[in-house]
């Protein structure tokens, strides 16, 4: 059990008098929920971003340099784009992102369902895990988490 508690968030432990243990291993498996979600959100938005930005890199250079000098016959197009196997590669490439960009979403879902489903047991199991004494502490541990690692403790909705 102490390998547990030393895996611990240092905030988390710091809850001694608010909290009990299974308490703590709720709160510190929220935040571990919310930075996976944090961490997906960041890298779709980031892959997703890239790919439009190359594939309109690529589409401009398409144009330029296939499309508008070979425009008199589309067989001149055809043989211009097969003509080199970096397009090929290229074109490859950016789908591979979009897929990629695409299998980041679908994390980023079961990542943010996972979290929200943890937040509103939290929520909805606060009386059972703050009982009497601690009833009025469980304000300082909602106003933690919000200020650390913007989980809203106090309402289920998003």
């Known amino acids: 059990m102490d390998f547990e508690v030393k895996a611990m968030n240092p905030h988390i ?33 980031l892959l997703l971003w890239s790919s439009v930005f190359l594939a309109f890199c690529f589409l401009y ?13 589309f067989e001149a197009v055809f043989s211009a784009v097969f003509s080199k196997e970096s397009h090929l590669y290229i074109f490859l490439f950016l789908v591979g992102m979009f897929g990629a960009v695409r299998v980041l979403y679908t994390k980023r ?7 929200h489903a943890l937040r509103s047991e939290i929520i909805d199991r606060s009386k059972d895990l703050w ?21 809203n403790l106090y309402h289920v909705s998003k």
Do not use: C, G
């Not at 710091?14 to 890298?43: E, G």
């Open 61 to 73: 250079y398409f144009y330029n340099k296939i499309i508008d000098p070979y425009s008199y016959s």
């Open 13 to 45: 432990l710091k809850l001694n008098d608010r909290t009990d243990l299974a308490t703590k291993q709720m709160l510190h498996n929220v935040i571990d929920k919310k930075q996976k979600w944090d961490k997906f959100k960041r890298l779709h938005l």
């Open 131 to 151: 009982k009497e004494d601690s009833w009025k502490k469980r304000n300082e541990v909602y106003e933690l988490m919000k200020k650390e690692w913007d989980i």
């Open 109 to 115: 879902e079961k990542a943010e369902k996972e979290y």
